[in-house]
């Protein structure tokens, strides 16, 4: 079952950016995703993406965040397809070239990649942020600057759950197997998702019991066992973040020579080749993925 | 251990989950436990066991609504008016699968759950997690993920978690149901120390008889709902034909007891040896006589 | 006789972790053999019976069930004459009704609807499920969900029946349904493995056992035999039922007492044979 397993979670080690307080990576994570929203330049974009492998290969996460680009790269693909044949740009839109009842516009091809590298520039910091911090010292540093106790645990216990799922989702598949499941396709779902679900309902039901009988949920006054230490240069570090995003954008908004859409003009033979390309790669995916779910 | 105090009072207690329920779970419950007793709970599935355990920390009714009749008393305080936050100080709770009760990052975190929601000072929770760990003998495991322990050792963190608040009453349903072994002799030992060193009262619903009629010093056995029986282990496992009836089975040796008065081989009058040292000692006269 | 399982120089090591799961195992299992499978977890016991379903393939070695070799085999192939019946009924219970569940296996290997409905009448009546046969499996309790779990494999027929832990964590009630179960395959001829820590269970069925210890198979003997073995059981952390240990601490003290008794009624006829001596 290795093929369902997105493996989002904190990679041990020991690099300097390990080594930071979480909320100013928290911090600079959250910036690059304004700043990611804020602009459609590819430029700037592709440069907050290239920093952030640098920083991903500094961190020594690299594998792990290989894992996660090969599974978010096909899916984002289907943007470059959507976008080209549908911007989400104000028409008029200038049309490149038409394949049959579809027609290509500059629009979309620019809007396509924008908000690929834009998905990118957001998830490589995302995932920085994730694979460096352990996920205790992220949850508690969120509940100091104001997350409610509850939410934290709500979010704790997703994260726990969901490898568990996984787990579960094998051992029920090979249960079913086991009663000559006829293989794949749409008859499989049913048998080896209910058990998935109820299973995870039980749980549940059993947990709330569990804590409730700790003296989870009390009002009060909370402590917290977790200490995330902070130190001047971790201070510094998300002033700087606050800054860099601030400045940033504050040019964006002004400066209007960084809207390319229509300066950049794309061939029409680059088009066709993106968008073709495109389509490919995700239905490669699809069907590789659906392989590796049902089959098994 | 009759001269030490009532610690948990059951007084006509009913129960029904939900309003539509004909049959209820519990029916009119009396029963008695002191201070330092390590309560067997006998009984089929679907006999009430688990409902009458979550009675005694309030989680039935106050948690779980249904219809409640009768008063319980835990340590002198009535279940209905405490809150089940307060009640966690006094009784700890550990349910029969180990997964289902774990939810943290790792082990610290796991036993410092409650603490952190009664607002325990940090160094106070270091403290007590370094304790408890040791009484169940998990020592140096703060930093590991619960969910990659054995079985057994999930169990014996569920128990860690429960001592942490510090509570006079351990109730355990059905807790090695799920562990090998290995794990159900750890956690047998965790509670039978935790019963004679620390004069902790004890309630552990168990099929495992065997092993029950060698701890506990009270054995109480439920039907639909009732108590059908309770006393000593050697009290209870001579009623040989009522268990029988119940669908319960009792302890090898005393069953073979039984067995051997029927067929007139040996004259026990209904004192069966429920320990394998007793038996050890009783069946050897018949060699013994023999030999000599 | 053929053997229906054959296990050559087995070995499994897991992808992940590079644990070296079973080691060089290699056994027979004749057809109507009731064996046991013991040993703590991890000790590999669940991994070696998972290769006679074919859910997992040979590092090294063979597995040859019915005569053929499981490896190109897929699990659904092998379902038809193995069946396997998981320690926790919620994994494989999804239909809506109860005859719904009893019916999936039978209409899986492709049966005809009235052999279909005749195999789940007769599972019904051996488990006594006549009147849950309309509800939701979810519906029901767990013990009787366990039952329904055993029934919706017995509906398959396999010639080899593999038990994951069926008592464990039940009542004498559900306890004695596994005993009738396992008796009743064995009069119809199947073979049955029963991976279990019940040892009260194991010592009044099985006909043979398999030990396992960090992959090793330590010990394969009679019940008998391998409840006297003091060395085997306690590296192995395992407890005779109580009163194998009481016949063996009486013949410790007592030469007088001979066999070593596997249930109440063998240390009866061992005390009868004594006092007639």
Redesign the interface.
């Known amino acids: 079952m290795q093929g369902v397993v997105i493996p989002i979670s904190m990679v041990p080690g020991d690099s300097i950016i390990h080594r930071i307080n979480p909320l100013p990576k928290l911090a600079w994570a959250f910036g690059v995703l304004v700043i990611s929203f804020a602009t459609r330049n590819p430029l700037i974009l592709s440069t907050l993406f290239v920093v952030g492998v640098i920083l991903i290969l500094v961190a020594q996460v690299g594998n792990a965040y290989l894992k996660v680009a090969m599974i978010l790269f096909p899916i984002s693909l289907t943007l470059i397809v959507l976008q080209s044949i549908a911007p989400a740009f104000p028409k008029p839109w200038t049309p490149i070239v038409s394949v049959g009842p579809f027609t290509i516009f500059q629009e979309g091809i620019y809007s396509g990649i924008s908000m690929l590298l834009r998905i990118f520039a957001m998830t490589t910091w995302a995932m920085l942020m994730i694979m460096t911090s352990h996920p205790s010292d992220i949850f508690t540093s969120l509940q100091k600057i104001g997350m409610p106790y509850v939410l934290n645990f709500i979010l704790t216990m997703t994260l726990q759950l969901l490898p568990i799922l996984q787990n579960?989702f094998a051992?029920?598949l090979?249960?079913?197997?086991?009663?000559?499941?006829?293989?794949s396709g749409f008859g499989a779902i049913?048998?080896?998702?209910?058990?998935v679900f109820?299973?995870a309902i039980?749980r549940v039901q059993q947990l709330s019991i569990s804590l409730e009988s700790r003296a989870f949920g009390s009002s009060g006054h909370k402590t917290s066992y977790r200490r995330v230490r902070m130190t001047f240069w971790d201070i510094l570090l998300i002033v700087l973040g606050i800054v860099f995003t601030a400045g940033m954008t504050y040019w964006i908004i002004v400066d209007k020579s960084l809207d390319w859409s229509e300066t950049m003009v794309f061939h029409p033979a680059f088009a066709i080749g993106l968008v073709v390309f495109a389509t490919l790669g995700f239905l490669a995916f699809v069907v590789i993925a659906l392989r590796n779910v049902l089959q098994a | 251990m009759s001269e030490s105090k009532p610690i948990i009072e059951f007084k006509d207690v009913t129960f029904w989950y939900g309003q539509n329920e004909t049959e209820p779970a519990l029916k009119n419950i009396n029963l008695t436990i002191h201070e330092g007793d390590y309560v067997a709970l006998l009984?089929?599935?679907?006999a009430g066991k688990t409902t009458l355990q979550l009675c005694i920390n309030g989680v039935v009714p106050n948690n779980i609504l249904g219809n409640f009749e009768g008063q319980v008393i835990v340590d002198g305080k009535d279940t209905l008016e405490t809150p089940v936050r307060e009640m966690a100080k006094i009784v700890g709770m550990v349910f029969?699968n180990p997964e289902f009760q774990l939810s943290q990052m790792s082990v610290g975190e796991e036993i410092a759950l409650g603490m952190e929601s009664l607002g325990y000072s940090y160094e106070e929770m270091v403290e007590t997690i370094d304790e408890v760990l040791d009484i169940v003998g998990l020592q140096g495991l703060t930093e590991r993920s619960p969910f990659g322990l054995?079985?057994g050792q999930q169990q014996r963190l569920s128990i860690a978690s429960a001592l942490a608040m510090r509570p006079k009453i351990l109730v355990m349903d059905?807790p090695t149901?799920?562990?090998?072994?290995?794990?159900?002799?750890e956690i047998f030992q965790v509670a039978y120390e935790l019963n004679r060193k620390r004069n902790m009262t004890v309630i552990m619903a168990e099929?495992e008889v065997?092993v029950m009629a060698q701890y506990a010093n009270l054995v109480v056995v439920m039907h639909e709902g009732e108590i059908v029986l309770q006393g000593t282990p050697e009290e209870v496992f001579s009623n040989v034909d009522l268990l029988k009836s119940l669908?319960?089975?009792m302890?090898?040796?005393a069953?073979?007891g039984n067995?051997?008065e029927k067929?007139g081989?040996m004259t026990l009058n209904g004192h069966y040896p429920v320990k394998?040292s007793q038996?050890?000692e009783t069946?050897?006269r018949?060699?013994?006589k023999?030999?000599g | 006789m053929e053997p229906i399982i054959k296990v050559e120089d087995l070995t499994h090591i897991y992808p992940t972790g590079q644990v070296v799961a079973v080691k060089d195992i290699s056994l027979e299992i004749n057809p109507g053999e009731i064996v046991g499978v013991i040993g703590?977890?991890?000790s590999g016991k669940t991994t070696l019976v998972k290769h006679f379903?074919g859910?997992l393939k040979p590092t090294s070695g063979k597995v040859i069930v019915n005569g053929k070799d499981t490896a190109p085999l897929?699990?659904?192939q092998i379902?038809?004459n193995?069946?396997?019946v998981?320690q926790n009924p919620?994994?494989?219970?999804?239909?809506r009704t109860v005859r719904e569940e009893l019916a999936?296996?039978p209409r899986?290997?492709d049966l005809p609807e009235d052999e279909v409905n005749a195999r789940v009448e007769q599972a019904v009546e051996f488990f006594h499920l006549e009147e849950l046969l309309e509800l939701h499996p979810?519906r029901i309790?767990?013990?009787l969900r366990k039952l329904v779990g055993m029934a919706?494999?017995y509906t398959?027929r396999p010639a080899v029946f593999i038990l994951d832990e069926p008592t464990?964590?039940?009542?004498?009630?559900?306890?004695?349904t596994v005993y009738r179960l396992i008796k009743k395959l064995r009069d119809e001829g199947s073979t049955v493995l029963c991976v279990a820590?019940d040892m009260?269970l194991l010592a009044e069925v099985v006909d043979r056992m398999l030990v396992l210890r960090d992959g090793d198979l330590i010990m394969d003997a009679t019940p008998r035999e391998v409840f006297s073995n003091y060395e085997i059981m306690s590296s192995t952390?395992?407890?005779p039922?109580?009163?194998t240990?009481?016949s063996l601490?009486?013949r410790e003290?007592?030469d007088?007492?001979d066999n070593v008794a596997l249930s109440?009624?063998e240390?009866?006829s061992e005390?009868?044979k004594?006092?007639n001596?």
């Open positions: 579960e051992v029920v090979n249960a079913q197997k086991s009663r000559a499941m006829k293989g049913l048998p080896s998702m209910v058990p109820v299973g039980e | 009984g089929l599935n679907g029969d054995s079985g059905e149901s799920n562990v090998d072994p290995i794990g159900k002799e099929h065997e669908g319960l089975r302890p090898q040796v069953a073979f067995e051997l067929l081989i394998l038996a050890v069946y050897g018949l060699f013994e023999k030999a | 703590q977890n991890g379903i859910l897929r699990v659904q379902a038809a193995v069946g396997y998981y919620n994994h494989q219970l999804f239909a999936f296996g899986n290997l979810y309790s767990f013990p919706s494999i398959m464990t964590g039940q009542d004498n009630i559900t306890t004695q820590h009260i952390h395992l407890t039922p109580q009163i240990t009481l601490r009486l003290k007592y007088a007492f109440i009624d240390m009866v005390v009868q004594f006092s001596k």
